[in-house]
């Protein structure tokens, strides 16, 4: 690989699909590598019908599908980069991403084409069905200096931020993450993350660059990860909460799988061991980094197994730096725990000096294995989605039976930190019902940032400039708790 190839992810994937092989499988359909870059020069003609901008992201409501990697492929080499935003989001929660991206217009696959309109409304924009994409013969290029997509990541605020992949870095990006996950053309990449998550596209462009035949699932389910193993999947990702969900029941097994790629939250030895037992030659990798730049670090195969037969303490960390990065700890106090930062070619939002600061606080030990210790921020992360509390707060200060709030993250096994509330009632005498708080979040808000669990109390703890400290919340003895 040389030349442009090397440095655009555009020109990669070019290179990889010009063939006769199957390169997408959704359901009946199957596009040829050929077939696939004819719909994504397609789907740049039509982009270009749109008016746009240059080089300006377009705002998508779209799910894994074959016409969504044409749509993705095909804005990337014409200058009209997708933005894929979470179709599980309510209107509210994307209307508000909408304009602060200052896009005039967003673009909805045909089942999203209600929630488009709704978002429209709310956004004061126009938002456009995509089309049947038909194939063309036009030539898809780009610069390394141009952006490729654009993914969202949550922000300080709770409002998602853009974060800007260009070619040449997700070109790097591809050519890392292919090596640690052995993905070539003969491999069968299927996984089950939402599109606009950097699990979902972000590894869905890893495969693209390697030529892998593509699948995917709408939505995690033990029926569907039956579904991939018939067809004969090699490769996928998930976090530890699906693996425990399919050992549960008994359907983890899956004879073709070679490469099985986690992250979000550390994997239990007893987990670790029945998976081997289900899938004895499977290579596991646990991949620490975020939408900003991943992987920062990773635990793997080797680290695995070694785990497996008696270093147990490794499955607490999240490995040492991945192939390429330079990593250290910002500020750290005397017991070693500072910010993470990083530095390599495939990180997207960086400093001057190519530093990525994680937010991520952390200890590197003296054989180099890195150990998480909590967000810098308040963030919580559950299951690999991020939810900040303030958001949630924001929410749940509006119901009428809420006098004060305060919402973090409590350890889970399974999901690696759960949403805890702690309600001050408006009347003491009659708090309300936890199922009537859980359903005005829901309204407003995606699934994963509802609350869990919820705490009444009679005050919350706060300095002397009245800010809630967050570390003195505390679950026992706080109150009556109601899941």
Known sequence: MGGEQEFTWTATVAAAYDNSRPAVRFGDLTWTGRELLDRAAGAADWLDTLGLDPDAPVPALAATSADALALVIGGAGSGHPLAPLGVRMTPYEIAAVVETSGAQLLVAQPEFAELGEQVAQLSGRRAVVVPELRPSVRTLTAEPDDLAAVLHTSGTTGLPKPVRMTQRRLAARARVNGRLCALDPDSFYGGSAPFHHIAGLGNIAVALAAGALITGLPRFTVEGWALLRELGTTHTSMVPAMLETLLAAGQAHHETLRT???????????????TYEAM???????????????????????DHRE??????????????????????????????????????????????EGWLHSGDLGRV???????????????????????????VETVLAAHPGVADVAVTGAPDERLGQTVVAFVVPADPDAPPEPASLRSHVRARLSGFKVPVRWWFVADLPRNANGKVVRRRLREPGQGEAHD
């Open 307 to 352: 785990a497996v037969a008696g270093r147990t303490e490794l499955l607490r960390s999240v490995g040492r730096p991945a192939p390429g990065v330079e990593l250290r700890v910002g500020e750290a106090g005397a017991d070693g725990i500072g910010e993470i930062h990083a530095r390599a070619d495939h990180f997207f939002r960086i400093d001057a």
């Open 280 to 302: 004895p030659g499977v290579r596991m990798l646990n991949m620490f980094g975020q939408t900003e730049g991943s992987p920062i670090s990773v635990l793997t195969p080797d």
């Open 365 to 391: 030990a003296p054989d180099g294995y890195l150990y998480l210790y909590g967000r810098g921020t308040d963030m919580i992360i559950r299951g690999g989605e991020n939810v900040h509390p303030l958001e």
């Open 260 to 274: 099985l790629q986690y992250g979000g939250a550390p994997v239990r030895p007893g987990t670790l061991r029945r």
